[in-house]
């Protein structure tokens, strides 16, 4: 038998970094044994669904490039995959039990189940469901309902002795039965709870094995009662840890809390997401922590995760995707720019973008970006047909912090030296001709560099400055450089003798080209 696995998420909102996480080690198992990946959509608590949901889980599946076989919107054999479309069998199954005496109905109000719980607390006894409706003459229930009556109905657990199931990577646990109380199956709107839904739905989709959170642990008992009771064959758990912040805690907002789609907007590559999430908590070995996808399906497996909880180490996966960066394409690497730059440009930059724009400037930042969302802020001045000259105070570099009124002279003196270039517009004449000029004005070079970087970019940190210079043309660059001279010869005059007050220098840029 082949094996079957499911993501089976509620429509709450986006998927967190957890959730998807066991999702993608279920989609990484189905993969490798050539089994199904089946998607499912547990809507069953309509208080709780946001608008939109579906579409956001599917997106996220999408964006990490995990298909999946059988779902909502593609259907499959053992479909609707959405458990509002599926109260008929909840109800079958709930009359199944009702008359096999495995179930009951219950009548208790809110109010009635409050003053339990304060009885409950009072005496020191355990919480849960103390049974009182499981008395009730099943026919006078049926009829009291048939009235109208409002109820729920609940499984009947047994009173004594033990339940025992076996978790793949934890091996068996134990329940004494008097813990677990007679839980909800089906509410008074007619909606099951997940734990009736779960096991009427894993069964009749063939699912092999159930990946879920190990906050779910508890309530297995209960499936697994519920399971024997409906004649099912369980199937296998695999309860997975939770993920921890760096500090030992609970996941928090800026450590890794985030959806899916959160790191897709930051600029994460999805590879190095799947490759980063894989690996919290399962290893391949003691080394090896960069595994493409293709190396994930072929050795990951469920039975060896590890059980313990493990951290999530937003630097790790920083790093991981300053890897995947480096190590795409060009040719790949300049799609992945353009596309994320349509996005990101402003709507003036006209489209399609000009894709051998990209094409030329994407070898000189690969080594710079660490995620695509730097990459609009990098090169925005590639497409504009002008750069509004920067703050005066921008183009005063280290050296020069003391002497500014130098900096108009030497960005003119600087458009007279490159001038006579523009016939041949290239990296090699253009550096070895400002060099030449910084030398003849007792200029450091990389000041009268960042007087150019600035006045053709508009920034202090850019790509290499030459190969820039080369891309963004002969006549723009000039006129850019023009431009930019009478505001620096304004605000630094060159009789003024003081220094550019509290000029930051950023220390980054192209130092040194
Ligand atoms: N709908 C449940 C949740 O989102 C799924 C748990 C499970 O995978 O069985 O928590």
Redesign the pocket.
């Known amino acids: 038998m082949t094996v079957r696995l499911r993501y089976?998420?509620?429509p709450t909102g986006d998927p967190h970094v957890g959730n998807i996480r066991t999702a993608l080690w279920s989609w990484l198992h189905a993969r490798r044994l050539g089994g199904a990946f089946v998607l499912r959509l547990?809507d069953t608590d309509q208080s709780r669904a946001v608008e939109g949901s579906l579409q956001r889980i599917e997106d996220s599946l999408r964006w990490l490039g995990m298909e999946w076989d059988e779902g909502p919107d593609e259907g499959g054999p053992y479909g609707p995959y959405v458990q509002s479309e599926r109260l008929e069998r909840y109800h079958e199954a709930t009359d199944r039990l009702l008359a096999a005496d495995d179930a009951y109905r219950c009548f208790c109000t809110p109010g009635d189940l409050r003053e339990m719980r304060e009885q409950q607390r009072a005496s020191g006894q355990p919480p849960g469901y103390a049974g009182r409706c499981r008395a009730l003459d099943p026919d006078e229930a049926a009829s009291r309902a048939t009235a109208g009556e409002s109820h729920v109905v609940r499984f009947k657990m047994p009173n004594e002795g033990s339940t025992t199931f076996e978790d793949m990577i934890r091996g068996p646990i134990t329940y004494e039965n008097r813990v677990l109380d007679d839980f909800v199956m089906l509410k008074s709107d007619g909606f099951p709870t997940?734990h009736l839904a779960?096991v009427v739905d894993d069964h009749a989709m063939e699912i092999t094995h159930?990946t879920?959170g190990d906050e779910?642990i508890p309530s297995t008992p209960r499936h697994v009662r519920l399971f024997e009771a409906l004649g099912y064959e369980p199937p296998v758990f695999v309860h997975t840890p939770v993920i921890l912040g760096p500090d030992g805690g609970k996941l928090s907002k800026r450590h890794g809390a985030k959806s899916v789609l959160d790191y897709a907007a930051e600029g994460y590559l999805p590879e190095a997401l799947c490759n980063f999430l894989a690996i919290i908590g399962w290893a391949l070995d003691d080394s090896t922590e960069i595994l493409s996808k293709d190396e994930l399906i072929a050795s990951f497996d469920l039975a060896r995760l590890n059980p313990a909880p493990a951290t999530f180490d937003t630097e790790k996966l920083e790093w991981m995707n300053g890897v995947y960066m480096r190590s795409l394409s060009l040719g790949d690497l300049a799609g992945r720019f353009a596309q994320r730059l349509d996005d990101d440009l402003p709507a003036e930059v006209a489209r399609p973008l000009d894709a051998g724009l990209v094409d030329a400037f994407t070898p000189l930042i690969q080594e710079r970006v660490k995620l695509l969302s730097e990459v609009a802020p990098m090169t925005d001045f590639f497409f504009a047909s002008d750069v509004e000259v920067a703050e005066p105070g921008e183009f005063i570099a280290r050296g020069m912090r003391k002497t500014p009124e130098r900096a108009a002279p030497a960005l003119k003196a600087a458009v007279a030296a490159l001038e006579p270039l523009a016939a041949e517009w290239r990296t090699e004449p253009l550096e070895a001709a400002l060099r030449a000029l910084a030398e003849e004005l007792g200029l450091r070079a990389g000041d009268l560099f960042m007087l150019c970087r600035v006045a053709v970019t508009g920034k202090r940190i850019t790509p290499p400055l030459f190969e820039t210079m080369e891309i963004v043309g002969a006549a723009p660059s000039l006129a850019r450089m023009r431009a930019a001279v009478p505001v620096l010869a304004a605000a630094y005059p060159s009789d003024a003798p003081d220094a550019v007050e509290g000029g930051e220098d950023a220390g980054g840029g192209e130092s040194g080209s």
């Open positions: 089976a998420p509620s547990e997940y779960h159930v879920r779910w």
